[in-house]
């Protein structure tokens, strides 16, 4: 079974930075195609926020471009979420997903394909 685990959110002021964390055991070490990503949900919908190929290609939310870098350390099964210059906008629950193969629509990433989900983090920005 494969599960994401989450870590590293919290609140923090407008401007400052969080770096999050996401251990996908059994999954990024098999060799096999993947894609990994982070996903928000402030209200009812989940957005994503940034997705990586296990070949390091990333794709990003226009919201978050300039701001967030996702990557990823095989040694460690582990995927990051960088987070820079946040603002009360990016409030939310941060998910971390994996499943086959990253889900593109008009250079944006989606949720689909995401087979496997972690529980989230809380990330809180004030003003």
């Known amino acids: 079974q494969v599960t994401p685990v989450e870590s590293g959110g919290g609140s923090v002021q407008s401007g400052d930075s969080l770096r999050l964390s996401c251990v996908i055991r059994?999954?990024?070490?098999?060799?096999?195609?993947?894609?990994a990503g982070w996903f928000r949900q402030a209200g009812l919908g989940r957005e994503a926020v940034a997705v990586i190929?296990?070949?390091?290609?990333?794709t990003y939310a226009d919201s978050v471009k300039g701001r967030f870098t996702i990557s990823r350390a095989k040694f460690n099964n582990t995927v990051y979420l960088e987070m820079n210059n946040l603002t009360p906008v990016d409030t939310a629950v941060y998910y971390c997903?994996?499943?086959?193969?990253?889900?593109?629509?008009?250079?944006?990433?989606?949720?689909?394909?995401?087979?496997?989900w972690g529980k989230g983090t809380q990330v809180t920005i004030s003003s």
């Open positions: 997903a994996a499943g086959g193969g990253c889900a593109v629509v008009a250079g944006a990433p989606v949720r689909f394909g995401m087979y496997y």
């Open positions: 059994g999954y990024m070490s098999s060799g096999a195609t993947y894609c």
């Open positions: 190929k296990n070949d390091g290609t990333t």
